[in-house]
C-alpha cells in the first residue's frame, strides 16, 4: 500500500472576512510529482505556506510524516522550499549564499553544495554577485539552495519563474531525476504544460477550494 508523506484533513485559512482556504482535503503520496494549478490569489501559495508552517491555520489538519504540523512540530524539517521569490544576499556569490544558509543545520560540506551548483547549471566557483545575477540564475540558486540537503519532500511555488526555455526544460529534466531518487515534490504552476510533463496527480484550486482532476 502506497504511503502518503502528506495529509490535509479540512484545513481553513480566513484572513479577517476572506476566505483563503475553504476545507482543503487531499493526500499526497510519497515518491510522486504532485501539481496545483490555479490563477493567482485562488490559494495555491497559502496552502503551501501552511504545509510550511509558516501561517497557523484557522482550522483543521497538517499531517507530515505523521506528525501534526503547529501542534506536534512547528516546522517540518527534510523539506526544501521555494515559495515566492528566493531571498539571498546580493553582495555574495551563489556559493557563499549556500554556505552561510549550510551551517543553519550543519547537515552538509563544501563538496555537497558545489555539487548542488553544478546540477542547476550554476559555476560554483563564479564570483559573481548574487546582485548581479539575472532573474533566471537567482531562480536556479532558490532550487538549488532547495535540494542541497538532500530532503524527502520539496514544495516549489512556480518554480520556472524567471527561466528561458533552455531553464525550463533543465528543471524539468531536474525534477524527473530527483522523483526517480524517491523524492516527493508538490509544485504549484499556471503552466498547464510544466503539469502535464511533470505531475503524477494534479488539483486545481478556485478561490480556496481545491478540486482533484487527476
Excluded at 95 to 120: A, E, F, G, P, W
Aim: charged share 30%.
Amino acid at each position: 500500500m502506497a504511503e502518503n508523506v502528506l495529509v490535509i484533513k479540512e484545513v481553513t485559512k480566513k484572513f479577517k472576512n476572506a476566505t483563503a482556504l475553504d476545507k482543503v482535503s487531499v493526500s499526497f503520496e510519497a515518491g510522486k510529482i504532485h501539481g496545483i494549478i490555479g490563477r493567482n490569489g485562488s490559494g495555491k501559495t497559502v496552502l503551501f505556506k501552511c504545509i510550511c508552517g509558516f501561517m497557523p491555520l484557522t482550522s483543521g489538519q497538517i499531517i507530515m510524516d505523521g506528525k501534526q504540523i503547529g501542534r506536534e512540530i512547528d516546522v517540518p524539517h527534510d523539506v526544501g522550499i521555494i515559495i515566492e521569490a528566493p531571498g539571498f544576499l546580493p553582495n555574495y556569490s551563489g556559493y557563499k549564499n549556500l554556505k552561510l544558509l549550510s551551517l543553519i543545520r550543519k547537515k552538509i560540506d563544501d563538496t555537497r553544495i558545489k555539487d548542488t551548483l553544478m546540477r542547476v547549471g550554476l559555476d560554483p566557483e563564479s564570483k559573481k554577485w548574487v546582485g548581479k545575477y539575472s532573474l533566471g540564475m537567482r531562480q536556479r540558486l532558490g532550487i538549488a539552495q532547495a535540494i542541497m540537503e538532500d530532503p524527502s519532500l520539496l514544495i516549489l511555488d512556480e518554480p520556472m519563474n524567471g527561466l528561458d526555455k533552455h531553464g525550463v526544460e533543465d528543471v524539468r529534466q531536474l525534477l524527473l531525476k530527483l522523483k526517480e531518487e524517491g523524492k516527493t515534490i508538490l509544485i504549484a504552476s499556471h503552466s498547464s504544460e510544466d503539469i502535464a510533463r511533470l505531475c503524477d496527480t494534479v488539483c486545481e484550486m478556485d478561490a480556496g477550494i481545491l478540486m482533484a482532476i487527476r
